[in-house]
């Protein structure tokens, strides 16, 4: 059921060049390396050099290029590198993985007997210093085309990753994420999504520019691909207008609160960016440490099996939380949300980075992966 893994590695340097060699070289089993996902303190000017010295150095390392997403979030300490590595399962064959390079971008597939998917990492526009709306436009006409190409329907993309470059920031009178949030609706208005909306993230960055990550996958066995949302949240998707964004159309979010995916007692779930969120209106504190605790609240709610049946979902098997992403907004609260994280989940994988959430008044948000273990 789980055909990749995920684990997060980190290292600290001074000097960026020494650094990302460092952490490359952490990274072991590097032959099965799918994409890779790297968060750093980036300074004004420097994204797009510092992308062309982590492609040298994966080349130098790795001897290929793996899919790569340069996230541009700090960790706690700003001289630090982290990357979150996506393996392929050891159950899988190499040979069943392709890359690819079109005009549109990079991407990967993975052919088996039972399922088909296929990967994008790190997709942005051509031109940052387009609007956050015209750059969403050209990251999804160029997802159209990759998936037009692979014959893979958009509404088989279980799983997004969708980093905003100053999420809530206004200009000219439109916020960032609710232009994002418009291209995005549009872009999933030529399908139904019979199985639910993509599981997802909106989180934000530090560079003016909008990055999508995804997985959509399509299974030749019994499979079940369902949408799971939480009975203490309304689903984003059917928020009200009066929580959105400003600007003059205004889309809602358009994902699920997770996405599960059951095959008999094997299941595996991708859990949505989750924040202290009750309905559709924020939690009434502007404590760090609170919005934390009611966050993993919310999400052991979410994956329990009393959840489960409020979805209608007959599947009873134990999910267990086994990696997360902490984003928190301010670097102040980085030790107050780590000892809860630790406390209430300890044992779980998990790394912290920097980022404002879609809500101004929102401190933490958590994402993760939750897997039946045999």
Known sequence: MQFV???SFSATHTVFTENIIQLLKEIPEKERVLTMSIFGSVKDGEYLSNLELINRALLQVFGKLPLLGYIAQSPENENTLIAEVCYLSEEISLSAVSYHEVQAGRYLT??????SALLIDGMISKSIRK???EQSLDVF???QQILFK???????IVR???YIGHITAVENGKQNYQEFNNERARFYNQTTWKNGFPAATGISMDIDAIMVSLMAVKFHNQTSVLPLNNSMQLPAHNYSQSVLGISEEKETPKFERAKLMVNGKSACCFIS??????GEKSINDDCAKVQASQTISLIRHLISVENRKENGIDFSG????VHLRVYVKNTADFKNVRQVVESELPGVNAFYVCAPVCRDELLVEIEGIAITES
């Open 160 to 162: 997004q990753w969708n």
């Open 273 to 278: 960016g989750t924040a202290a969120i009750l």
């Open 110 to 115: 993975i052919e088996t007997d039972e399922f």
């Open 131 to 133: 609007s956050i709306g």
């Open 318 to 321: 134990e999910l267990k939380l």
């Open 141 to 143: 006409n160029n997802i």
């Open 5 to 7: 893994n995920y684990r």
């Open 150 to 156: 692979e014959s893979m329907p958009v509404g088989n």
